[in-house]
């Protein structure tokens, strides 16, 4: 929502055409913004700690996935670490007992954690609201108990060393610029898909179904369809950020399937704007700065944490890339 | 179901009844919808309008009775394939996406038929060839000047004849509108009634009113309900001098 | 304020309801443009007018049940606008609304003592069962499985408990079946009798002939005319013509 | 004794009594759960945490006040309940205008900040909590040794539980709260202060929890996290039974705690999910839960 | 030559879970108390004790650790009380050539199929435990076991460590239970070991986790009803928490009492003055391997990761903590141990008097012969 520049014309447009703007004009303004991410964060290595770095790249792609359902389809999922988790556990086990190579085992995480999303999604899918979220928030318990139990995941110990591996056969991912490159070029491959996704046909009837269910339902919609089809992407997405970090760090372990990790990127999401491309990307940034920033002090992060949740929620619920954008100066007409 | 089904017939309810929890809403409510015409349906609040037109949409769920929509049982269709079946409502609570603009709207409606609805992969860029028509429609009530406000921005009767474009974009077979004039400014009402009569002319209506001048001037059949129960049926020099339709619905003064 | 036209057909008693230019809105929409009214003590009013003319919502924001009203709702003197909604009802004022609001999750008797008692002179339990014999006996049953007409007896029954001394009464007949529009008017006369002040919105204007004492008529959102009973009849086709008939 | 499957009976009755005195808490948590959602239409998520500083107020009593385990057990709630009032009336109440996920989103970071404000200053490996005197000992049922202190659990729990159910179903108050809950704006126009009503109802839901807290501070360690993981069975429980029921939350609290002592006689890997995997059955046939009615 | 001018040594633990008073900030104080003891330089650079908190996560373990060698400089790391943070630990101080001194994991592994050229098990291990306790009850005629297990590397270990001991002295497991770490609720674990009709119900759990089991055994009548409870490692600081009342009459094997000689009264005396609260082996075990290490690199000349893990199998042990004390070629450090048990509140003569010493196990036979352990260092 931003600039007035019309880069295209559409079909048979002449005077009257300027209503394609709003779509267009944000358009141009992401692109923008994505030119200035790929340029900082391709030189951020050599400044900052890479395995930080990616960590924030892990959960920002899994924010964005989350807030693909939030933002643009209206459904708070509380469940999400559960795609998250359950895909770091599928990577971390293929890669290491199966020994397959880091891509295929993104790619099985990935699509375990659709599996996943599509009986979750239509368990779900059926209620809304909190009714919604408390549904994925127990069955992703559920998945957490799986976890826990099931011999694989090693329980408490998680998946541990698991190797890096050579990605597809040529890129040696120990060392840790390859990594970092090979992560940062997942999370712009999973944050263009969302991109595109919002941007697509797909999107446009997502967002109609956001903002009045039984009107689209009216026009023709399956609107139960529809969510579900964004709910089977988002846990897709959330999964390959989860296989993403489990490569980096190595490891699969319970902490990424439990419900606070599901609130977590809740809290991302929320802090950074619910329904703006890059809120849950600047969220995430800030949440995992400030855990580690957090951490090496003697203040409690979880207060912190919580603290600023409930500041979000009473003051700032557009959150902060929302704001700015409410503050831009609006459309003319 | 019929040995010989009444082309002439477009939508019809045999025995239609809704219960909510042991309270009637509607009772045994037979209605015919012939084609082509403009059919209102009126009756004092709670007379079991909406509910009769929620029935009809599948947004509610028969307790008894058959809904035939071009002799075809649709009594157990899902809504939205009511809708693709060229069977279209609006709501009596105006029924805009709100963060979408006028335009985006329309188009929502628009792009249906195209079938790429479910491609995530698609650029949007591929609905811009909607534009012309969507435009169009938006001409049509009179919105041309909102086409880029978000639909919030409107005011309230603007977003009644959003609504009513968005509807048309299906190019629906028939339309049910509920209270399409509710809350319309005089100087709406005047335009929308008329975008109505015209919009009729190749397709048949359905609609609850209340707004009795605009429904005498528009409608070829009214249906008066009470109860949950039809009173009467007819055109309107034959509805309004019912005397238990003046009694229930028009006041007992009349003369 | 336009009381000057008013005071001319005034009753006994003092003014106990005074609305001067009264705006309501719902959300964005405003449905009220400018009311204006006046109800002396003891009186029997009724507002007439068409479908979706504000006659609800007036009575809403009477009560305080709307999202914002500006402008004066005086009740005995005291200022209504800006006041905590619970105190409202609090003063003496008792609502009766137009779809009956009787409580699904509460029996018969549960829903007639549900209002608190705010003032002295209610009626008792027996008595009410005198003025609406349907009732008695009927105790326990689940409140929303009354017939329509109980329901709207117990809907104005359990304002009558409150010592409510004055009644907002909406659509009272509406939906109701002859006999019982009839007994509500014997009850609301009965009422009146005993020195409650009424207010009726009404649709039925033959039934608010025989027991009220004057009739607004409302349009869009103001009052545009207000007729007394005794002058109804020569006021007929004015009225037609404002209830669109 | 004989044996049912190749169970011996002992174990079965034994864990199915169990399974009774955690299914007393689950009951009186998703209690307070499902008054709290029936008034306010807000999913707490600090109730766990509540529950948490219920017990822990207990042990603070104990520890700097020398008030005993049946002093706690009337000043905890009470304490609790006033937290309540006040998360109520400075936050919550903000939020009803907005979507209700609003409310969710706001407990779960008050939770946060419960648990880890108490994790910060208590650590998180627990505080021992001795039983009262009075309670000390059990009996020996033949099937198995029942502490007595549990055995007053379940008494205790199903006592508050159905005393609730009472009160709401059955009392002048409990009318204007279901009233309340109907349609709240006809109860404030017969001058009922309704938004007073809200917060009382939120306090005396969470006091709920403290007094679970209470109870269930002899038996667990009174730690931070004793809340976190157990107040999401508690929600799955509340789904099952139906949001906002009374009675679906009492039931199927206890119906629940029963079944997940059965199944860790027969299946005990399962024993974790088996309410999770109930709740997906039960969504699956009747989306509204047991007891509960569709919107 | 001394990596950045500086040794820096980050003593990683629980410092706040269940296992946060057997370690937490009492392995960081031993730790600091060994640096003193070196007037806080060694080979001519500063000593530098640096903390975090692990959570009992092997995640947050893995990427502490990793953070530390990566950016911060650390070049040891102590302590990691939680076998599978350890494991997690030993991948990266492996990968990155770090020295790796572990007192508080018990997991054979660590110094078996997992072993590192830089990894040292320095207090105690599982088969320490099994050989010490397990024995010792097998031997008194309790022969029919079962398990209620920690569902982790470290409670799963010491069950193997403990059946496959009681099977070879020709005992029976009746069945084992896992729960989860830091469980509340023990009950119904309990129930079922009741049900199985054992002689000995062996805890394989450890810190909070033992004491809430310890406490509801009691609270159901079990070593009433006859049958023996067993906590296979248990803590000074788990009696304390039980109080004698609870805890008297367990045996159980210990690395280390405060109360054995003046040496080890002087140094307990001087940490409780620090920390409120006696060492437990954990602690004091913590002391030792960094005082070892320290030495090393003084030996060494440099921090140089090889070259001081070859100094540390070189030199003997030897401090109050452990006599004669030597590091095998797998990094098990080998050291006498104790079987105690708890006294009766009668015997106690006072705060923190808890054990009677029934017997010292030598080094020995304390420990699995390194051959044995399955470390491919061990030629
Ligand atoms: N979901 C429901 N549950 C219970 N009763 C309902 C429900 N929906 C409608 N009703 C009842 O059914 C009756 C008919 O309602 P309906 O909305 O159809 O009336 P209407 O004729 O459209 O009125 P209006 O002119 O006010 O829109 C009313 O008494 C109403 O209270
Ligand atoms: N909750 C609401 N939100 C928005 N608009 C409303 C609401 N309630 C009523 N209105 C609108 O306010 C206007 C006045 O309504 P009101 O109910 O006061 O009319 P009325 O005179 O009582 O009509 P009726 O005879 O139908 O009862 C109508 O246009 C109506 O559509
Ligand atoms: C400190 C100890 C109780 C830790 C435990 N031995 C483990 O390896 O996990
Ligand atoms: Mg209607
Ligand atoms: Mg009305």
Redesign the pocket.
């Known amino acids: 929502m931003t600039a007035h520049t019309s880069a295209k014309t559409p079909a048979g447009g002449s005077g009257r055409s300027s209503a394609a703007l709003t779509v267009r004009g944000s358009a141009t303004g992401t692109a923008l913004a994505a030119a200035g991410f790929l340029l900082v964060a391709g030189l951020a290595p050599y400044v900052l700690y890479p395995v930080f770095l990616m960590k924030v790249l892990c959960f920002a792609l899994f924010a964005c996935a989350f807030n693909l359902l939030i933002g643009y389809a209206g459904l708070l999922s509380f469940g999400h670490a559960a795609f998250f988790g359950g895909a770091a556990y599928i990577a971390a086990h293929t890669v290491k007992e199966w020994g397959w190579s880091p891509e295929l085992g993104l790619l099985a995480a990935t699509v375990v954690a659709a599996g996943l999303g599509l009986v979750f999604g239509l368990l779900a899918i059926r209620r809304q609201g909190i009714y919604f979220a408390m549904i994925t928030l127990a069955l992703s318990q559920m998945v957490f108990f799986l976890a826990l139990q099931l011999p694989f995941t090693h329980g408490e110990d998680g998946i541990q060393a698991v190797p890096r591996g050579l990605l597809f056969g040529l890129f040696d991912l120990s060392q840790p610029l390859t990594m970092y490159y090979t992560v940062l070029a997942i999370f712009v491959g999973g944050f263009a898909i969302i991109w595109r996704t919002v941007h697509s046909p797909f999107g446009q009837v997502l967002k109609a179904i956001r903002e009045n269910e039984p009107r689209a339902v009216s026009l023709g919609y399956r609107t139960e369809r529809y969510k579900l089809l964004a709910f089977v992407l988002s846990a897709s997405l959330a999964g390959l950020a989860g296989g993403t970090k489990a490569i980096v760090f190595q490891l699969a372990s319970l902490t990424d399937v439990t419900w606070q990790m599901s609130g977590e990127v809740v809290l991302m999401t929320l802090l950074g704007g619910m329904g703006t491309l890059f809120g849950p990307v600047v969220g995430a940034a800030l949440v995992v700065t400030l855990e580690s920033y957090l951490a090496a002090t003697s203040l409690p992060v979880p207060v912190v944490i919580g603290c600023i949740f409930v500041v979000c929620v009473l003051l700032f619920r557009r959150g902060i890339i929302g704001e700015l954008l409410a503050r831009m100066p609006k459309r003319g007409g | 179901m019929n040995a010989a089904p009444n082309d002439d017939i477009i939508l019809e309810a045999r025995g239609l009844t809704k219960e909510f929890k042991g309270f009637v809403a509607v009772k045994e409510v037979n209605l015919q919808v012939r084609r082509g015409t403009i059919h209102a349906l009126i009756g004092p ?1 709670g007379a079991g ?2 509910t009769v037109f929620n029935l009809l949409t599948k947004f509610l769920t028969p307790t008894r009775g058959q809904i035939l929509y071009k002799g075809r049982d649709i009594t157990r269709t899902k809504p939205a394939d009511i809708a693709l079946m060229g069977l279209v409502r609006s709501f ?1 609570i105006s029924a805009v996406f709100p963060h979408l603009s006028v335009l985006e709207n329309v188009r929502v409606a628009l792009q249906r038929p195209l079938g790429t609805s479910f491609h995530f992969w698609k650029s949007e860029a591929t609905l811009y060839d909607l534009h012309d028509r969507a435009l169009e429609l938006i001409e049509a009530v009179n919105l041309s000047p909102w086409a880029n406000h978000l639909a919030a921005e409107l005011p309230y009767g603007r977003k009644r004849a959003l609504e009513i474009a968005t509807t048309l974009a299906l190019d629906p077979e028939v339309m049910l509108l ?2 399409p004039l509710a809350g319309m400014g005089h100087e709406d009402i005047e335009g929308t009634a008329a975008l109505i009569k015209r919009v009729a002319a190749d397709r048949t209506v359905l609609m ?1 009113e209340h707004n009795l001048s605009v429904v005498a001037h528009l409608s070829d059949t009214i249906t008066v309900l009470r109860r949950g129960e039809i009173l009467a049926e007819g055109p309107y020099e034959v509805v309004s001098k019912n005397a238990q339709v003046m009694e229930a619905y028009m006041g007992t003064g009349h003369a | 304020m336009p009381d000057g036209a008013m005071t001319k057909t005034a009753k006994t008693g003092t003014a106990m309801l005074e609305i001067a230019d009264l705006h309501g809105f719902y959300g964005e929409s405003h449905v009220l443009h400018g009311v204006s009214l006046e109800v002396r003590q003891g009186e029997v009013v009724t507002l007439l007018g068409r479908n979706g003319a504000g006659k609800t919502s007036t009575m809403r924001a009477i009560m305080g049940i709307m999202g914002k009203r500006t402008g004066s709702i005086r009740f005995q003197g005291t200022e209504l606008i800006g006041m905590a909604q619970h105190r409202i009802p609090r003063l003496g004022i008792g609502y009766v609304p137009e779809e009956r609001g009787i409580f699904s999750s509460l029996s018969v008797d549960e829903n007639l003592t549900l209002p608190p008692v705010v003032k002295d002179g209610g009626m008792t339990v027996p008595q009410i069962y005198d003025l609406f014999p349907n009732l008695k006996g009927r105790g326990s049953t689940q409140g929303t499985r009354l017939s329509g007409g109980e329901q709207q007896m117990l809907a104005i029954a359990r304002i009558l408990r409150t010592g409510a001394t004055l009644i907002l009464l909406d659509e009272p007949t509406e939906g109701l079946a002859p006999v019982i529009i009839e007994q509500i008017g014997v009850a609301v006369r009965a009422l009146k009798a005993r020195g409650f002040t009424i207010v009726l919105v009404e649709q039925n204007f033959r039934f608010a002939a025989t027991i009220a004492d004057r009739h607004y008529v409302m349009e869009e959102g103001h009052v545009v005319d207000m007729i007394p009973n005794d002058q109804l009849a020569a006021n007929m086709d004015k009225l037609h013509t404002y209830l669109g008939v | 004794m004989f044996s049912l499957l190749g169970v011996p009976s002992q174990v079965l009755f034994g864990q199915l009594l169990l399974g009774l005195i955690n299914g007393s808490f689950y009951a009186l948590l998703s209690l307070g759960l499902a008054v709290i959602f029936g008034m306010l239409n807000v999913v707490n998520m600090a109730h766990g945490a509540l529950y948490m500083v219920g017990a822990f107020v207990a042990w603070l009593l104990l520890t700097y006040a020398g008030v005993g385990y049946w002093g706690a057990l009337v000043l905890a709630p009470i304490a609790v309940g006033l937290v309540g009032l006040v998360l109520e009336r400075t936050m919550l109440r903000r939020l009803y205008k907005v979507d209700h996920l609003y409310g969710l989103l706001l407990t779960f970071g008050l939770a946060l900040i419960f648990e880890g404000a108490f994790r910060h200053q208590y650590g998180v490996s627990g505080q021992p909590y001795p039983i009262p005197d009075l309670l000390k000992g059990g009996q020996n049922l033949g099937f198995m040794f029942l502490p007595n202190y549990r055995g007053w659990v379940i008494v205790a729990s199903l006592v508050v539980c159905f005393g609730t159910w009472f009160a709401i179903e059955r009392t002048k108050l409990g009318a204007y709260l279901r009233a309340a809950t109907e349609n709240p704006t006809l109860v404030q126009a017969f001058g009922i202060n309704v938004p007073v009503m809200v917060s009382l109802t939120y306090g005396f839901g969470v006091a709920l929890a403290g007094l679970a807290g209470v109870l269930a501070a002899p038996i667990y360690q009174v730690s931070p996290l004793m809340g976190s993981n157990l107040i999401i069975i508690v929600f799955a429980v509340v789904v099952i039974g139906g949001m906002g029921s009374i009675m679906g939350a009492i039931v199927t609290g206890l119906g629940l705690g029963l079944l997940e002592g059965l199944t860790k006689v027969f299946y005990p890997e399962a024993s974790n999910i088996v309410v999770f995997v109930i709740m997906a059955i039960v969504l699956l046939i009747k989306p509204a839960g047991l007891f509960g009615r569709e919107r | 030559q001394v990596s950045d001018n500086v040794v820096r040594i980050g003593v990683l633990n629980d410092r706040s879970g269940i296992y946060a008073d057997l370690a937490g900030e009492g392995s960081a104080i031993a730790a600091r108390m060994a640096a003193e003891e070196f007037g806080n330089k060694v080979a001519g650079a500063p000593i530098e004790i640096i903390v975090a908190d692990h959570q009992n996560k092997a995640d947050i373990a893995a990427s502490k650790a990793r953070e530390w060698v990566d950016t911060g400089g650390v070049d040891a790391i102590a302590d990691v009380p939680n076998s599978a943070a350890a494991l997690a630990v030993q991948g990266i101080t492996k990968d990155k050539k770090r020295i790796f001194l572990m007192s508080g994991p018990g997991a054979t592994a660590l110094s078996g199929a997992q072993c590192s050229p830089y990894g040292f098990q320095w207090t105690y291990d599982n088969y320490a435990m099994a050989a010490g306790t397990g024995r010792a009850l097998v031997e008194q005629g309790k022969k029919k076991w079962f398990f209620v297990t920690a569902d982790y590397a470290f409670g799963q270990s010491l069950e193997e460590e403990t059946t496959k001991m009681v099977k070879s002295l020709g005992g029976t497991v009746a069945g084992a239970v896992r729960h989860p770490l830091g469980t509340s609720d023990f009950s119904s674990f309990l129930l079922q070991a009741q049900g199985s009709g054992a002689d000995v119900i062996g805890l394989a759990n450890a810190g909070g986790d033992t004491v809430n089991a310890v406490k509801q055994a009691a609270e159901f009548g079990i070593t009433q009803a006859g049958q023996s409870l067993a906590g296979l490692l248990m803590f000074i600081s788990d009696v304390h928490a039980l109080g004698l009342q609870a805890a008297q009459g367990l045996m159980f094997t210990e690395g280390f009492y405060w109360d054995m000689d003046d040496q080890t009264r002087e140094w307990s005396k001087k940490f409780e003055e620090k920390s409120g609260r006696k060492p437990t082996m954990v602690q004091a075990g913590v002391y030792s391997a960094v005082k070892h290490y320290l030495k090393s690199v003084e030996a060494a000349k440099t921090d140089d990761s090889d070259k001081v893990a070859a100094k540390m199998r070189e030199l003997p042990v030897e401090d109050m903590f452990a006599r004669k004390g030597k590091v095998a070629a797998n990094g098990r450090m080998f050291h006498d141990m104790y079987l105690v048990q708890v006294k009766t509140p009668a015997e106690s003569k006072g705060a923190w008097d808890y054990y009677k010493i029934v017997k010292t196990i030598p080094a020995d036979t304390a420990f699995m012969d390194p051959k044995q352990s399955g470390c491919t260092l061990v030629k």
């Open positions: 609040n309008k909406s009596q509920d209270e609850v």
